[in-house]
């Protein structure tokens, strides 16, 4: 990283005050690695998954999403904006990447996928993934900066200035920041319509607008994880039978209990 601090000025439509987060170099890298352990335990072979069930790649300290040719789904592919991301700021991509980029992830199936772990293109994959940890650390910072602005733009004119208070109060330390970046990564800003089930989504706009608080702190963040809790709890209750999202319910919220600042 260029600078000692990264500055996420989220600048907002007029008539609203600006929320500014400060993270030092430091920082921003410890959160990437919290979220590198939170998706695939800190391992460098984790870089490069696909979960039984799933009909994409999951890449990197965030596992981002990269679909195969001719598959899309319901769920935000991130994969290409990282790469985006990383030749913006000059990083080396693979072969493996730059010839597939504009048609998809060059293994179709989670069979093939597996299959070619010890391949050379795969590890060529991997320690490409394993050299840029830093930067993919920024990349999920930068995720957290495009956020709000989404979310407000979507929401409700009524529920605005309270997701605004709500993002304020979880980001006022660098744990919260934590939080923000880890939910965001994992469940998504919650504004995509495909990303619903009975009409009720789960990413970071649907915790922020059940919250009602006013303190900072660890109340802030004990309040974002009940929250938290509640929307994935839903999730899976909403979720279809055959997605068998159940099985997943345990680790989500062990996941959120991170965020509770002591």
Known sequence: MASSAIFLAL??????????????????LEIGKRVWRNECAGTVAGLTSWNAGENFAS????HFIWYPQGIRGPFEESFPAFISFAEARNAYVPDVVR?????????PSRTEFTSAAQKAEMKQLRRFLADTIALQADFLVQRLQQSLPKMLAAAPTGDRANIQRQFDRVAGTPHGCYA???????????????????GRGWGLLQVLVGMSGTTGGSSATREYAEWARKVL???????????GESRWLAGWLSRVNSYIEA
């Open 11 to 28: 600048v907002l439509c007029a008539g609203t005050h600006a929320a500014q987060v400060n993270l030092s170099s430091a920082e921003a």
């Open 180 to 198: 923000l970046v880890d939910y965001v990564n994992f469940k998504g800003e919650g504004v995509l319509e495909t990303e619903r089930y009975h």
């Open 59 to 62: 890449l990197g300290i965030g």
């Open 99 to 107: 010839k597939n980029r504009s048609t998809g992830c060059p293994w």
């Open 233 to 243: 709890s839903e999730r899976v209750k909403n979720s279809p039978a055959e997605r």
